[in-house]
Structures are given as C-alpha cells and as structure tokens.
C-alpha cells in the first residue's frame, strides 16, 4: 500500500512524463504551463486512492487521474476567460499570457487530451467510464452557466445556489471517485456510496471556501474580502438574503453592488449584517452537516480496505483539519 | 442500399431527435441553433457512406455520424470567436447571437456531447474509432493553431500552407470516413485507403474553395474577392509568392496588406498579378490531381460494393461535377 505522499509523488512524475509536441507552439505550450502550475492535485488524488480501495495496482489509474486533472486545469483555461482573470495560482492565467484565442484553443486541445487518456485505457468497463465523465463533464459547464447566470440575477435561492455549486465543483470530485471505483473494479453500490461521500465533501469544501474568503484563517494568510467587494453571490450571500427582513435584504444588495466604497468600510458594513444574522454560524453547522455526512458515507461501503481510511484522512486534511 | 438522399433524411431525423436539456438555457439553446442551421452534413454523409461499404447496418453508424456533425459545428463556435465572425451561414453566429463566453461555453458542451454520442456505440472497436477521433481532433485544433499563425507571418511557403490546410480540413474528413468504416467493420487496408481518399478530397475541396472566392462561381453567385479583401493566405497567395520575382512580391504584399484601397480595385489588382503568373490555372491543375488522386484510391479498397460507386458519385457532386 503507497502513502498519500508516494501517490501523490507517482502522479507528478506520471504528468511530468507525458509528452507534448512542440508544434504549432502556441496550443501546445499553455498545456504544459496550466499542468505544471501544480495545485493541490485534489481530483487526481481522489481517482487513485478511490481505486486503491478496490485494488493496488496504481499504474493502471494514473492515465483516469491524468485526465481529470487535465479536465479540471481545461475548465480553469476557459473560466479565466469568461471571468476575465488574470492570475491564476499566483502567476498569470494562459489567459493573460497569451490571449484569448491560446486559451479556448488550448483548452479545447487539453479537453481532448483528457479524453485520449481516459480512450486509452484498458478496462472491460471503459464504456462507463466514459459515460460517468461525459456526465461530469456536461455538468460541470452547467454549473458554470448557472454561476454566470447568477451574477446577472437579483434573487438566488439558497437551494439554487447549492444546485449550482454541486454541479460546479462536487460532480467534478464525485467524477473522480467514480472513476477510480469503477475501474478498480468497485461494486455498482461502492461506486454510488463514493459518489455521494464526494457530493458532500464537495459542497463542504465550497462552502468553506466561501466562509473563509470573508472570515479567514489564520494559516492561509490570504487577502479577506475579496467576494463581498466583488459583490459575487455565495453562500453566505444568499443564506443573508434567505433571512433578512426586507430592509435588511435592501440595505444588503445595495452594499454588494457599490463600487465606489471604500473597500475596508464595505466589508466591514457587509460582515456587520452577516454576524446580526448568524450567518458565520450557519455556515458552519452547514460545512459540519455536509462533511459528516460525506464521512458517513465511507463507513457503508461493502468493500474492507485499509485504503478507505487513507482516503477518508485526505477527506479531512482537505478540510484543514487534524486527521 | 438506401439512396444518398435517404441517407441525408435518415441522418436529419436522427439529429432532430436528440433531446438536449432545456436548462440551462444560455448553454444548451446554442447547440440546437448551431446544429439546425444546416450546412452541407459533409461529414456524417461522409460517415455513413463509408459504413454502408461494409456494413448495411446505417442505424447503428448514426450515433458517430452525429458526433461527427457535433463536433465540426463545436470547432465553428470556436472558430467564430477567435475570427471574430459575426455570419455563419448566413445567419449571426452563436457568437454574435449570444455573445463570447456562452460561445465558449456551448462548444465546450458540444466537444463534450460528441464524445458522448461516440462513447454509446457499442462496437468492439470502439477504443480504435475514440482513438481515431481523439487524433481527429487534437489535428483540427493544431490547424486551427497554424492558420492564426499565419495571419502574423510575413512568409507562409505553399508546403506549410498544404499542410495547415491538411490538418483544418482534411483531417476531419479523413476521421469521418475512418470511424465510418471501422464502425462497419473495414479491414485495416480499407481503412487507411478511405483515409487517404478523404485526405486527398479535402485538399482539393479546399483549393476549389479557395479559388472560387477569388474567382467565383455562375452558380454560386457568392461575393467575389473576400479573401484578397481579407489579406488573407491562400493557395493562390502563397503560391504566387513562391513565382513570383522579388518585385512582384513586394507589390502583392503592399496590395494584400492595403486597407485603404478602393475594394474593386483591390481585388482587380490582386488578380491581374494572379493571372500573370498564371495562379488560377497552377491552382486548378492542383484540384485535379488532388481529386484524382482521391478517386484512385477508391479504386483500390479490397472489399467490393456498390456503395463505394455512391461514395465516389457524392465526392464527385462535392467538386461541384457532374456525376
């Protein structure tokens, strides 16, 4: 049985060694460039230790983990464009550095790529694994399409927006999961149970990243604020608007949509009407509710393997929290 | 054996059947205009042609003939942003109907949806035909990639022209009629012979476009001159490059670059140096033996049927020839 840490040092060396051509350069070279920006490799992780459950033959899940991670980096190459963003785990998005037409076209090629990965495997049950990422994939552009539908709407419903943010970030993991199972061999209900774990451990990861990007946390030192002086909807936003009297939910809107604010004063003003709301704190019971039941999940699983437990202490080191 | 015409209307009704989801809207309302608007159904036409030379069986090439289809329209959204055209046969594109990012977005959905058309054909080749179709379209992207190129470059040879075109065009067609004919269970031979035919046809059918624009067409009766208008590389560009003296080069590249000039006259002048150095006749012997070539190869396959004379009959009413 590998460590997380030896997984995650197969799966860099197994994506350091894919080769691109070097031709034409300009669709090419942003693919290594969005690959070798790292990231947490959550989703890659989530395919090899989800199929180390069901057997311990790495090698053979490391060309799925390839590819949806080579998916998830194709998603981020064409949101940087429609959100129009420039930096991109601290350095400049392809978008920036190249332009617009290198990113759709890049990520055109990398969304292909993905796919030649997954063609290439040898599984009795390649056809639902294809089924299983062309379903992830379709959903995730929805929940792309719903967060910028949302950004035109007035009233998002909390229900919404947790609809949106599953599409959008858990089917990705419940993706990855799937696929890991199915081609370890995992039972059709071991496969249904990862699935679940991963729909809950992705809305917990969402909602904490919500939480925190008003909140913080101390280890991460990161900037505050950032979606209130966007005046982005998340869930503290729309859980805000579920609860407020109307003058409340007037004084809210007319918050988030002013530009002109100073930027400390306008999050403080918004963070004054979360905490008269609760809000921190209904967020946090949601994140607990939603982990636990992810967790939940991995004890039903019919299958009994020293790898359910590494996977359910990634779960938690996902989370921030001690294993 | 159906009829060319049945087959259309087999494959029309089998396109309109295909129930996309309704919302979101932004995201799936684009992929039944783009695939509504017609156009010629070269490809799948070309998909089940090559099919029906080896298998009667059209049903079961309906899916990839789909996917093919899907995935031509998928590169038009693209293409269409980062050309920044605003017509698509003869209606506003998706881009200009519904703005960049849904363009965007709704390819990518497209991309997605042809691999799960493909992905259902149950066939025991079905990891050879996603492999043909994942090199298919990695070549579209990379064609895609060098005619942007070679907007920016001063000097494109006739050679990296063929090749840019090969990889844009020809490519596609040389995937429609391989899937089609592995599909039908081809021996490898006829395969690549197909492959070859379709190689061949699209370079020629390439060229004939090119000219045409320049040179037009009673029966069209389209605008003549877009390209030289455009400064666009073509065949006819590059190849006069390549004859032309240093002087004459000097002058075409001024023309060719020239936004200011009166359009008839720009388009007169363009083509008093084509035809001095006798381009529309280089071009036309070049369509013929493209097209001949294409031809030969047909007369090659090793399997015997009459649908191999209806395929011929369909490339030769392709040309714009009389059958």
Not at 17 to 35: K, N, V
Not at 107 to 125: K, Q
Not at 135 to 152: K, S, T, W
Request: charged share 25%; proline share 4%; with cysteine.
């Amino acid at each position: 049985m590998y460590t997380t840490e030896q997984l995650q040092t197969l799966f860099e060396s197994y994506l350091a060694q894919t080769d691109f051509p070097s031709e034409p350069q300009l669709l090419y070279a942003p693919i290594g460039y969005s690959l070798a920006g790292g990231g947490k490799r959550l989703r890659p992780m989530l395919v090899l230790l989800s199929h180390a459950i069901f057997d311990p033959n790495v090698q053979q899940a490391l060309p799925a983990a390839a590819a949806v991670e080579v998916f998830h980096n194709f998603t981020l190459l064409h949101d940087d464009i429609m959100d129009n963003a420039a930096i991109r785990r601290g350095k400049p998005s392809v978008y920036a550095k190249w332009g617009r037409n290198v990113a759709i076209l890049s990520g055109d090629a990398m969304l292909i790529y993905a796919y030649r990965l997954l063609s290439g495997l040898t599984s009795p049950r390649l056809p639902q694994i294809l089924a299983a990422f062309n379903r992830m994939a379709l959903e995730v552009c929805e929940g792309q399409q719903y967060d910028m539908d949302f950004e035109e709407k007035q009233k998002v419903s909390v229900v919404d927006y947790m609809h949106m943010i599953e599409l959008k970030t858990s089917v990705l993991l419940a993706g990855a999961v799937s696929i890991g199972a199915m081609l370890g061999g995992a039972p059709d209900d071991d496969c249904r149970r990862l699935r679940r774990f991963a729909i809950e451990l992705g809305l917990a990861f969402q909602l904490q990243d919500d939480l925190l990007d008003s909140y913080g946390d101390r280890q991460l030192g990161k900037a505050i604020g950032g979606d209130i002086l966007e005046g982005k909807k998340t869930f503290l936003t729309v859980t805000a608007m579920s609860h407020a009297d109307a003058a409340t939910r007037t004084e809210l809107r007319t918050l988030l949509a002013d530009d002109r604010l100073e930027p400390v004063k306008k999050i403080a003003a918004v963070k004054a009407i979360y905490d008269k709301l609760d809000i921190p704190h209904l967020t946090q019971q949601q994140i607990e509710l939603r982990f636990e039941k992810a967790l939940a999940q991995l004890d039903t699983l019919t299958t009994e393997s020293p790898c359910t437990q590494q996977l359910r202490e990634f779960a938690t080191s996902l989370m921030g929290r001690k294993k």
